[in-house]
């Protein structure tokens, strides 16, 4: 009889906690979607600054804003963290043509990949050979590349519902093409952007020449999708078709920027630590609303939602927005340098960088113990439509933190249109739909409510 008393009990008060959860939950939620933040925040981001190349004024005016709006907040410490970024210049915009026969020219929309050298100041051009990778150069060898243009032509896979994985499946042409096409003497690079829709947005990115010396570097630009498809169709009906590019990037020194990190210090714990992140920096064709303003205005409302509807945390929760993500990750690394230093205790990461569009879920990576946990969370999220729970990628800022014991996050919105935006000039404030820029706040405050509530297992 005892032993059915203390079931009963048991019960009931796994009853009370599970109410008590969804009423915290409704209250994050209602505050999320009736006196929201993060879209005037990300108004003022996109709009009144707008691209936030590292080490650019744009990104120094950033820091300077969301330290303001932190400092705002009531929070009980707010500040910089010096850190060396970086600086990469586009200079003038981009030109080229292909040229079907002499006189005979198309222009077609580039831009340069981020990075990259420039072309002399006359330009580049020269007879083009069309590849679908990387490993398609080996094939070709020296006597059908030198002297020419290198066009990398393979297209994100449609057929993946995961766009990310699409995208994975070919971004290696983009960071390594220059740098592997300069090995077999060619003069430059051209990538078709990564993009599932054909328009004709170039789409930047990163990329790295490895250990090339900087005199053997080539130049390397993005085509549009659109653009690709005309230049490929070009060369199948005249392989004698050329092509001409102009760029005038330049790679500078170094200069110095900041992370911003805000704090509240836990009531009960203050010695476990919870991250919530996007970065700040982004490139600088369109205004980086998606790409990452929204992970930045998300990762801050998660603290004001939880001030709001007057949660204490237990323990001490960060928001820290990173500078350097797209073209260095010098931030991430500094902020996960600085902890290792002061021996701080970090439990649980959670980083938002893909997107503000309508969330679907979470992925993480952690032990099994806590990613079982999780799942039996995810009761709390179906009302929210928010029910993917998975095991997988978290994000490149926090990545850097990653002990055994941690558990890493990464909001999973609907992905389809990411990459429309992604790196390109249409990544641009009226593509964020204000709505879903909200729900993905709230889904977020409600995974840190949770692991703050209960903290994470130790194995």
Not at 399 to 421: C, E, I, N, T
Request: one cysteine or more; hydrophobic letters at 40%.
């Amino acid at each position: 009889m005892k032993k059915l008393v203390i079931l009963f009990a048991l019960i009931a008060a796994q009853g009370f906690t599970q109410t008590a959860d969804e009423k915290q939950m409704k209250l994050i939620f209602d505050a999320a979607l009736s006196e929201g933040k993060a879209y005037d925040w990300l108004n003022h981001l996109s709009n009144q600054i707008g691209g936030r190349l590292s080490g650019s004024v744009e990104a120094e005016l950033a820091v300077t804003y969301t330290k303001a709006e932190l400092d705002s907040l009531g929070l009980d410490k707010v500040w910089l963290q010096p850190v060396k970024v970086p600086k990469w210049v586009r200079g003038t915009p981009e030109f080229a043509y292909m040229e079907t026969s002499p006189g005979v020219t198309t222009n077609l929309p580039i831009c340069a990949l981020g990075g990259s050298v420039s072309t002399p100041l006359g330009g580049i051009k020269g007879a083009i050979v069309e590849v679908k990778g990387v490993e398609d150069l080996a094939k070709m060898g020296k006597e059908q590349i030198t002297g020419k243009i290198v066009f990398y032509n393979r297209p994100m896979d449609p057929t993946f519902i995961s766009t990310f994985e699409a995208y994975s499946g070919c971004v290696d042409q983009r960071y390594a093409g220059a740098a592997e096409a300069a090995k077999y003497g060619a003069v430059g690079v051209i990538v078709r952007s990564m993009n599932l829709r054909s328009d004709d947005y170039p789409h930047t990115g990163s990329m790295s020449y490895g250990d090339i010396p900087v005199s053997e570097r080539i130049p390397a630009a993005a085509i549009s999708t659109r653009g690709a498809d005309l230049l490929s169709t070009t060369l199948k009906l005249n392989t004698d078709t050329h092509f001409y590019f102009k760029q005038n990037c330049k790679q500078l020194e170094d200069v110095d920027s900041y992370n911003v990190i805000g704090e509240i210090t836990g009531s009960t714990h203050p010695e476990e630590i919870m991250v919530v992140g996007g970065h700040l920096d982004s490139w600088d064709l369109g205004d980086g609303s998606h790409d990452d303003g929204a992970g930045c205005v998300q990762s801050m409302e998660v603290l004001r939602l939880l001030k709001n509807t007057g949660y204490k945390p237990l323990r001490t929760l960060r928001v820290v927005l990173f500078m350097n993500e797209e073209n260095g990750l010098r931030g991430g690394n500094a902020y996960a340098e600085m902890a290792k230093n002061k021996n701080e205790k970090h439990i649980f990461a959670l980083e938002s960088d893909s997107g503000g569009f309508t969330p679907r879920g979470f992925s993480f990576d952690c032990s099994k113990a806590n990613l079982q946990k999780v799942q039996e969370w995810k009761s709390l999220f179906a009302p929210y439509l928010v029910h993917i729970f998975e095991e997988g990628y978290s994000g490149a800022d926090i990545r850097p933190l990653k002990q055994d014991s941690m558990v890493l996050a990464g909001l999973r919105p609907d992905s389809q249109r990411y990459f429309d935006h992604h790196h390109a000039a249409n990544d641009t404030f009226e593509h964020v739909n204000r709505r879903e820029l909200e729900l993905g706040a709230a889904a977020m405050t409600s995974l840190v409510f949770l692991f703050d509530k209960y903290g994470i297992v130790i194995e």
